[in-house]
């Protein structure tokens, strides 16, 4: 379980898609290469991603982190500029939490061969759960994320230091509630939909 102060918590949630093109990158290992644009880091699932290096379409393999906006090459290159084409969805802040309680686990396996005396176990998917109670609501597009039933991209950041926690979630249900000082507090339920970063 991971819970933080509220005065140092963000919520985000994805708005609508954007189509961009030619994207920058920053590394800092010449294998890793990030979106330099924190608003642009999101890409949007089941889109075509385009990776050119020095303006020529990439040939070498490499893995994408949807979620914040990196390719991770096989190899170390320092001579690389990579720049990207792909579909981003923007990131925007809707609440300021009070506290935020997360559970991030991992389903495990079994993968036992046939008569075999051990038993292997293998991780599988992960996932995460939680709430976020919030005293300063920006604007309705939590509450219209809650009432569609939307998948959202939900980004909790604790420290302005901290990477973001992202995640592709479901808001489940969401509670009104009125504290013993009369402020109005709301707390939502969210669960991931099996993929999620740190």
Sequence with gaps: MTARAGNEVDVKI??????????????????????????????????PITIYDNSVITSEKYTIDRLNGKIEFETI????II??????????TVAEAHTADFNDEVETLDATTFKCNCRKRIFGLQYAYGTLSHFNI??????NALLKRNM????????????????YAMLEKNELKLAVDSIQDTT?????????YH
């Design 14 to 47: 994805s708005g609508d898609a954007v189509v961009a093109t030619g994207l920058s990158t920053i590394t800092s290992d010449n294998k890793t290469y990030q979106i330099e644009d924190t608003l642009k880091q999101v890409i949007k699932e089941n889109t």
């Design 188 to 196: 939502v339920s969210f669960i991931s939909s099996g993929k999620f």
């Design 77 to 80: 290159d320092a001579t690389r």
């Design 138 to 143: 920006l604007d309705n597009s939590l509450r």
């Design 83 to 92: 720049t990207i084409d792909c579909t981003y969805l923007p990131l925007m």
């Design 152 to 167: 959202v991209v939900l980004e909790i950041k604790f420290t302005e230091i901290d990477e973001p926690v992202r995640m």
